[in-house]
């Protein structure tokens, strides 16, 4: 394929709607830090340059090839996961690992390795097993093995996005609907159990949520302060960095977990709007990619990024506006943090792939 | 056919994507009507409490409440103590001002990183304390340089100090600062991390009562963050204060007598105890716990002093006057941050100076256990008074010979000359007729094999065996001969100082099931304890033989009864063998207790009361290793209670 024909088939919409997201991130940042590119925002924007040519460069990979790295790429994942685990056998929450100088947190590259190796498994099965549940066991196990071991770490946020990442790739590979709803159901019996399992400061930031001025001071305190700081933005917000919330450090965290507060602190209600918009728009796009390409795996690794990414988006919203629990969720492409970032962008660069080598051949019927 | 089946597989992800797209903008509309909620229907609302948001709350911490004696004097306190903490918000760069502050005050790693996380949470004009425990000389240092440490300020805060040193540790027990664990348990605990808890001892068992409530304050501040003004918002509740029954002017002679033994004193000055002292394991361990106390034992070598136990306590209220274990070590030291050298000493210590053994030490408790094998027998009319046996150096049983103490033996014994002598034969037999059964009832009603509840944590409960113990625990089932070792205290017997300090309360007493107490009621009511249901004949003809140990022609202690003017004693002697003498060492005679190695020679052990007549006292004493319970066990518990009636009188 000459370069110019792959060049062409890139998805360049999805690259301008995550730049835009990456613009709102570094100004954001740029304001938390009181009007400076130091220490957030300058890398910020470094990193997402490196993100665009890590897109472009994954488009000119074949897309055959990254099906068959799906299963290697889970098993250096998952050992990945184990090796935080044993480096961190100390007490307390561990979550990044160090590779020659470098740090980072596996539990991030996991979420897109977990889609991938489902993708892979489904597209492998003919298509008369998956109308019997037996097929969907093996598919179970591989959202909860990485689903325990960052949960253990422990990162319920994180966690949790995996898993649903997982199931929404189950789902989307044709789960029939008898076994959705007895799920959903099972889920909810399941809660007593699961919250056995939490750890006191988690299950401290539930009973907070639950109700959040029962300890301002404590868990309570974060929840509180951003509420202040998006509802006193109103409509149109205080002004770039005007924001009185963040600029006097009321509000902890924001340049990563609380940064849609700050958003809206300054921006109000149009700002924090549009930003929603552009995520609807982005994980729509990327849908949409999974109806123009040719195989299994290709689709439902698509559907899967674009859940993901709306997931994202969805748990940090829902989180900051009061409306989940504080689970320690970043707001992709916005918050500082540099492994969310660049997993996003090697999942964009997969779509990316997707789209320029996995294409019906013209004439062929679209189904 | 598979065409058209992977059609209809597409045709099923296509819908399903479909429905996940509707799903996506539905969830997002309930994002943005949970935006227009906040930011445009209530922004009035949170307009104004950001206007308001201008104050901070800070927890005030409660002030710990003391341990008095009984006669008031301080066991453990408060001092003040320096703070140095930060505020973010005067700070540039925090883990610059954080190596800064570590060339001048002790800072670890772990701490350094403990504050930046504390210092990227939470607003930034809180302070964050770094330490709490500075030196004069670390603050005299901090004053001189502190102009060029933006952010960084003192302030002042309480810390636990026990004035008594060593004398009490393991009464009081003491505090260190609260462990992740504690925190996990109960969360309140992180709003003052901070805080010092209780670890063991009566400051672990009373935590709740002592700890009191933390405060708050509310700090009101300019749109900079700066305070304007405090205005308090819930006072700080303080611990109560609590009066134990210890008396410590009793505790430190008590301590004084037991430590020294029949042991004698040296100068520390020699050059051959200095040299002793390099070479000796045991003595560099013991000087390394700060106590500068080295002794000579019989065969004029250098010891460290005595390590065991003894307990005084009040017959009648149950009341511990004195709760002594040896080795101690200095509860000062956990407060503020154990140092890894000190935690280590303790820790390898050959004779274990953090066990209470008083509560946790389970001793066999050989001959006073005598007592409750005679009671069983007399009210199960095995014997009488006047039954007797012949004591002729052993018993055969079956295959087996059991030996009395006295190689020749004792002759004709009845109950009361077979205490006074301490005849291991005439136990031998009634306890045979008696049986485990019955010995074991007895032995749970004076307060043996069970945990007597005293308000210290660890309380060991010692073992008294039966049928059902030996099935459940060894698997096998009980034979008569193990009936015979029992019947002097040894083989699976174990009972710890206080429970033999309890059983020897309810024998002088007489009438009530007296159990131990550390804690002074406030209001001053006595405590009712259940009847003990002992016929007293019984118990007289025991209390009889026990007066006899002291002054009979042959009494075990006769050399050590308390002088008639403070109204006589009564008491067991009990000497404990820690390693089984085989058939072969028997027959080539015995090593002789002081010639063996320290770890093997026998305990030594009394139990007793004062005085006869109206008796109030009971106290049990085990020197470890420290031979025969009549010449080493005995003088010091007559010592003791000699000094526990001077006090009390």
Redesign the interface.
């Known amino acids: 394929m000459s370069v110019f024909k792959v060049l062409f088939r890139i998805p360049w919409h999805i690259l301008l709607l995550a730049a835009i997201l990456v613009l709102v991130g570094s100004l954001a940042l740029y304001s938390a830090s009181q009007g400076s590119w130091q220490p957030w925002a300058g890398r910020h924007s470094v990193r997402a340059v490196v993100g665009f040519t890590l897109v472009i460069g994954i488009a000119f990979i074949d897309f055959n090839f990254i099906k068959k790295l799906s299963y290697p790429i889970f098993f250096i994942a998952i050992l990945g996961l184990i090796a935080v685990m044993i480096s961190g056998s100390g007490q307390g929450v561990t979550r990044w690992i160090s590779i020659g100088g470098i740090t980072f947190q596996p539990s991030e590259p996991t979420k897109i390795a977990v889609i991938l190796a489902l993708a892979n498994y489904f597209s492998g099965q003919p298509h008369d097993r998956l109308r019997s549940i037996v097929w969907y066991i093996p598919a179970l196990f591989i959202v909860a093995i990485p689903f325990a071991l960052v949960l253990i770490q422990p990162d319920l946020g994180t966690a949790l996005m995996l898993f649903f990442g997982g199931i929404v790739v189950i789902f989307a590979a044709g789960l029939p609907w008898r076994y959705v709803l007895g799920a959903v159901v099972m889920a909810i019996a399941a809660i007593p159990v699961f919250w056995l399992q939490l750890h006191a400061y988690q299950k401290a930031r539930i009973m907070t949520f639950l109700s959040p001025e029962s300890d301002i001071l404590g868990a309570g305190y974060q929840i509180s302060q951003s509420k202040i700081a998006l509802g006193s933005g109103g409509l149109f917000g205080k002004g770039f960095l005007m924001g009185s919330q963040s600029q006097l450090n009321y509000l902890p965290e924001k340049q990563t977990d609380f940064v849609f507060t700050m958003i809206g602190e300054e921006f109000g209600f149009a700002g924090n709007g549009f930003i929603l918009l552009v995520y609807l728009l982005l994980s729509i796009s990327i849908l949409r990619i999974s109806f123009r390409v040719k195989s299994r795996f290709a689709q439902l690794t698509c559907i899967g990024i674009a859940m993901t990414v709306f997931f994202y988006m969805f748990v940090n919203v829902a989180m900051v506006t009061g409306l989940m629990p504080v689970v320690g969720a970043p707001l992709p492409l916005i918050s500082y943090g540099g492994t969310s970032m660049l997993t996003l962008f090697i999942s964009f660069g997969i779509v990316a792939s997707a789209n320029v080598h996995d294409r019906h051949s013209p004439g062929e019927k679209n189904y | 056919m598979?065409r058209t089946?992977?059609?209809?597989?597409?045709?099923?992800?296509?819908r399903?994507?479909l429905f996940?797209?509707g799903g996506?903008?539905l969830?997002?509309s309930f994002?943005?009507s949970?935006?227009?909620q906040?930011?445009?229907a209530?922004?009035s609302?949170?307009?104004r409490?950001?206007d308001r948001?201008q104050y901070d709350?800070k927890?005030v911490p409660p002030v710990r409440g003391r341990l008095f004696d009984i006669k008031n004097r301080l066991l453990a306190g408060n001092a003040e103590s320096f703070l140095l903490y930060l505020t973010?918000?005067y700070v540039d760069d925090v883990q610059k001002t954080l190596i800064d502050l570590a060339k001048i005050v002790n800072l670890s790693r772990d701490l350094q990183r403990d504050v930046i996380v504390a210092a990227?949470?939470?607003?930034?004009?809180r302070h964050i304390i770094i330490r709490d425990d500075l030196s004069q000389r670390e603050l005299a240092r901090l004053a001189v340089r502190s102009p060029l440490l933006n952010g960084v300020s003192f302030g002042k805060s309480l810390r636990r100090i026990y004035p008594q040193g060593s004398l009490a540790c393991h009464i009081t027990g003491y505090v260190s600062p609260i462990t992740?664990n504690e925190?996990?348990?109960n969360?309140v605990l992180?709003?003052t991390p901070y805080l010092a808890t209780g670890k063991v001892g009566v400051e672990l068992a009373q935590e709740e009562k002592l700890r009191g409530m933390s405060g708050r304050e509310r700090i009101e501040v300019n749109?900079?963050?700066h305070p304007i003004q405090v205005l308090r918002d819930t006072d700080a509740r303080s611990g109560e204060d609590l009066r134990l029954s210890i008396d410590i002017s009793i505790q430190v002679q008590a301590v004084e007598i037991l430590r020294r033994g029949n042991l004698k004193s040296v100068n520390l000055g020699t050059s051959e105890v200095q040299s002793a002292l390099s070479k000796d394991d045991d003595l560099k361990a013991h000087i390394a716990l700060g106590d500068d106390l080295i002794l000579r034992d019989a065969k004029d070598r250098l010891v460290p002093p005595e390590s065991g136990a003894a307990v005084v306590m009040d017959i009648q209220t149950g009341e511990i006057i004195s709760l002594v274990s040896l080795p101690m070590f200095d509860p000062n030291l956990f407060t503020g941050k154990l140092l890894t050298r000190d935690w280590k000493r303790l820790n390898m210590h050959p004779r274990k100076p953090l066990l209470n053994r008083v509560i946790s030490g389970q001793y066999a408790p050989g001959s006073t256990f005598k007592m409750v094998v005679g009671l069983a027998a007399l009210e199960a009319g095995v014997i009488n008074k006047n039954t007797t046996f012949n004591c002729s150096g052993d018993m055969e049983l079956g295959n087996a010979t059991f030996h009395c103490w006295r190689k020749g033996g004792h002759g004709m014994m009845n109950i009361i000359t077979a205490l006074e002598q301490s005849c291991d034969v005439f136990f031998y037999e009634i306890s045979l007729k008696t049986g485990i059964r019955k010995i074991k009832d007895m032995a749970h009603r004076l307060g043996l094999g069970d945990v007597t509840g005293i308000d210290l944590f660890g309380e060991k409960s010692g073992i008294i065996p039966s049928h059902e113990w030996k099935l459940a625990n060894q698997g096998s089932v009980w034979t008569p001969g193990e009936t015979v070792v029992s019947s002097i205290g040894q083989g699976y017997v174990l009972a710890t100082p206080l429970q033999l300090a309890v059983m020897t309360a309810r024998l002088s007493n007489g009438k009530s099931a007296v159990s131990p107490s550390l804690i002074k009621p406030q209001n001053g009511q006595q405590i009712l304890f259940p009847p003990l249901n002992i016929e007293p004949e019984a118990l007289s003809i025991i209390q009889e033989g026990m007066q006899r140990v002291m002054t009979g022609g042959l009494g075990t202690a006769r050399k050590y009864n308390l002088a008639k003017s403070f109204g006589g004693m009564a008491g067991k002697t009990g000497t404990v063998q820690v390693k089984r003498i085989t058939k072969a060492q028997r027959e080539k005679g015995i090593v002789k207790n002081i010639d063996r190695p320290w770890a093997e020679r026998d305990h030594a052990l009394f139990v007793g009361y004062a005085p006869i007549i109206k008796p109030r006292f009971a106290i049990s004493v085990i020197v470890e290793h420290g031979g025969s319970g009549s010449s080493t066990a005995a003088p010091i518990a007559r010592d003791i209670l000699i000094k526990t009636m001077q006090a009390k009188s």
């Open positions: 598979e089946k992977t059609k209809d597989l597409r045709r099923t992800m296509s399903r994507a996940l797209s996506s903008i969830f997002t994002l943005v949970r935006l227009y906040l930011q445009v209530q922004n609302r949170y307009s409490l950001s948001n709350i927890i973010p918000l990227r949470k939470g607003p930034s004009f992740a925190i996990d348990q969360p992180a709003k749109a900079l963050g």
